[in-house]
């Protein structure tokens, strides 16, 4: 093989259909972790997807890595968004106005400040249908 030459796994000649429908049975988590930074396509097959994002019963560490590097890339994809409110971040993470597909949002344990801020807030999310706190 020269070196111009690149070597595809069988797995990245998956047509984009059926790579949805494996997906399906991910958590949006698991989605990134695994795919994001593979390659190019895959980058942009997980930026065109609306997500179901639950980030609850994770590690800290994994919370960090989601909260700063992918968060802020698919919030606008987001329609539906669990999670907890430890690590006492959500008050300056959770802006409504940077998630305009969004539709239910459920957060457990929520603290009072942060409860403030999101109710301050409704009114920039004309999508959303359901909110649990």
């Known amino acids: 093989m020269s070196s111009n030459q690149i070597q595809l796994s069988k797995f990245e000649l998956i047509r984009n259909e059926v790579l949805l429908e494996i997906l399906e049975y991910f958590s949006s988590y698991d989605i990134?972790?695994?795919?994001?930074?593979?390659n190019k396509r895959y980058n942009a097959l997980l930026f065109s997807l609306y997500l179901r994002m639950g980030l609850l019963n994770i590690s800290k560490?994994?919370?960090?890595?989601?909260d700063y590097?992918?968060?802020?890339?698919?919030?606008?994809?987001?329609?539906?968004?669990?999670?907890?409110?430890?690590?006492?971040?959500?008050?300056?993470?959770?802006?409504?106005?940077?998630?305009i597909s969004i539709k239910y949002l459920t957060i457990y344990n929520?603290?009072?400040e942060s409860c403030q801020s999101i109710v301050l807030q409704l009114n920039k999310s004309r999508q959303l249908i359901c909110l649990n706190l």
């Open 32 to 38: 990134f972790q695994t795919f994001y930074y593979l």
């Open 69 to 99: 590097y992918i968060f802020s890339l698919v919030a606008k994809h987001i329609i539906s968004f669990r999670r907890e409110d430890k690590f006492v971040r959500l008050l300056y993470q959770i802006l409504l106005s940077y998630f």
């Open 110 to 112: 929520i603290h009072i």
């Open 61 to 66: 560490k994994s919370f960090d890595y989601y």
